[in-house]
């Protein structure tokens, strides 16, 4: 019989912390609201909660801090 060790699921392994709204708005130094219009916009993926609220992965707020301003997440906003 094999044992799993805790842990050892591969979801867990690539599962990385989410940010909230108001920790990206701090960390960008912008509103609450300038984060949740860049959501509805497109230019910022957000991950919804199963109680609706948005969140994000950390990677992609490490890439704004970087860059200086979200990218457009699809085609659209391109130059």
């Known amino acids: 019989m094999t044992t799993r060790k805790p842990g050892s699921s591969s979801l867990v392994h690539e599962a990385e912390p989410l940010v909230?709204?108001?920790e990206v708005a701090a960390l960008l130094h912008v509103s609450t609201?300038?984060?949740l219009t860049w959501v509805?916009?497109?230019?910022?993926a957000a991950i919804r909660t199963p109680g609706g609220h948005p969140r994000f992965h950390a990677a992609q707020?490490?890439?704004l801090l970087?860059?200086?301003e979200p990218g457009p997440t699809g085609e659209e906003g391109q130059r």
């Open 40 to 44: 509805r916009t497109g230019r910022l």
């Open 66 to 68: 970087q860059t200086g």
């Open 33 to 35: 609201e300038t984060v």
């Open 61 to 63: 707020i490490r890439a």
């Open 20 to 22: 909230t709204v108001k």
